[in-house]
Structures are given as structure tokens and as C-alpha cells.
């Protein structure tokens, strides 16, 4: 049950446009259209921000969108804002574990 | 509106035993699947269970397998986790989340530790 593979961190200024990926294998984020994109800041509970790859909830704004290609998923964030600085994690389904689900290791977004 | 309210964390001595509730509210619980999911201190989300809307099936990390169960009680719209043989490294807060984490609770912070 190996976490999919996110940077320990990233970071951009106010305005700009950052990507966080999230690496897995033919097994989970390769072979499903099912990656999740959360939101947590400190202290918080996390906040789901992308589901099914590229989908918005209800809500979230949409300078946050998401992407996939082959084995890796991606989070851009355009336009960033000091209130975008918080911990990030996907999740992916997955087929090669006794759990349906595996989170990302997570990333740290700085707002510079 | 989506609610999901966790009780019973607390501090319990390495080998004791917790038995964390999550009340949903705002849906209809008997549609969905739950999951339970972890945090560490200072560390990132794992899933540790979930369970099928009618609790005919259920899955376990593998870290916690014998040690945890997993229940729901849909006339009551609960979400239970009976951690047993707790170890220290189960420290940890513990979300209750809906289906595929759409929705999640507050949390509640289990330390084991004698």
C-alpha cells in the first residue's frame, strides 16, 4: 500500500501559476479516472478541491483545476493567493491494495 | 447541509482499547459508503478503512487489520471504529469522511501512550 509521490513542497508568488504532481502507477492513478485533490490547513480538516481527475465541487474557485497524464495527476493552481498556502494531497483509486484508496504523500504550498 | 460530528478520541494505554462515533446529518447515510481516514502528528492522510452502505463489505489498511472493525448503524446514521490493541503509532487524529472523502468530519485526536 505505497503512497503515491508527491514534492515535499512548492512554492510561487502572489499571482503566478503553480503545479503540483502526484505520481503513481498503472494500477491506481494510471488505469482509473478517479484522482482527488485535497485542501488542508493547518489544524483543519481536509477539503476536497478536484475529484475524478479535472471536476470542481460546488464552491471551490476555479483557479484550481486538474489534469492527468499516464501515470502522473497534476494540481495547477493559477493566480495564486496568500490564502492558497496550505498542504495539498491527491488520492487516487486504486486496484493494488486491500484498501480502495491511497493518498498522495503530500505537498506544501508556499506563498512567497 | 453535510455534517459529520466524531466522538470518543482520547488518551489510552498502549494494548487498551477506543471506540470512535460519527454522526452524519444533511444526506442520506444508507446511500454512501464510509471511510474512516488518519493523521498523524505532523504527518500526511491515510486511509484506514471503509465500509459499504449496507456493511456487507469492508476494508483495512493492512497496518490495522485484526485490530480494527469497522460498523455502521444506518438507522441511527452512525459511523463506528473499534480500535483494539491499540500501539502507539495509531496516534493519531481520525476523520470520519463520506463515500470518497468528499465530505469530512472534524476529527478527533486518539493518543496511545503510557
Known amino acids: 500500500q505505497s503512497a503515491l509521490t508527491q514534492p515535499a513542497s512548492v512554492s510561487g508568488s502572489p499571482g503566478q501559476s503553480i503545479t503540483i504532481s502526484c505520481t503513481g502507477t498503472?494500477?491506481?492513478?494510471?488505469?482509473?479516472?478517479?484522482v482527488s485533490w485535497y485542501q488542508q490547513h493547518p489544524g483543519k480538516a481536509p477539503k476536497l478541491m478536484i475529484y475524478d481527475v479535472s471536476n470542481r465541487p460546488s464552491g471551490v474557485s476555479n483557479r484550481f483545476s486538474g489534469s492527468k497524464s499516464g501515470n502522473t495527476a497534476s494540481l495547477t493552481i493559477s493566480g495564486l493567493q496568500a490564502e492558497d498556502e496550505a498542504d495539498y494531497y491527491c488520492s487516487s483509486y486504486t486496484s493494488s491494495s486491500t484498501l480502495p484508496y491511497v493518498f498522495g504523500t503530500g505537498t506544501k504550498v508556499t506563498v512567497l | 447541509e453535510v455534517q459529520l460530528v466524531e466522538s470518543g478520541g482520547g488518551l489510552v494505554q498502549p494494548g487498551g482499547s477506543l471506540r470512535l462515533s460519527c454522526a452524519a446529518s444533511g444526506f442520506t447515510f444508507s446511500s454512501y459508503w464510509m471511510s474512516w481516514v488518519r493523521q498523524a502528528p505532523g504527518k500526511g492522510l491515510e486511509w484506514v478503512a471503509n465500509i459499504k452502505q449496507d456493511g456487507s463489505e469492508k476494508y483495512y489498511v493492512d497496518s490495522v487489520k485484526g485490530r480494527f472493525t469497522i460498523s455502521r448503524d444506518n438507522a441511527k446514521n452512525s459511523l463506528y471504529l473499534q480500535m483494539n490493541s491499540l500501539r502507539a503509532e495509531d496516534t493519531a487524529v481520525y476523520y470520519c469522511?463520506?463515500?470518497?472523502?468528499?465530505?469530512w468530519g472534524q476529527g478527533t485526536l486518539v493518543t496511545v501512550s503510557s
Open positions: 498503472s494500477s491506481d492513478v494510471g488505469g482509473y479516472n478517479y
Open positions: 469522511a463520506r463515500d470518497e472523502a468528499d465530505y
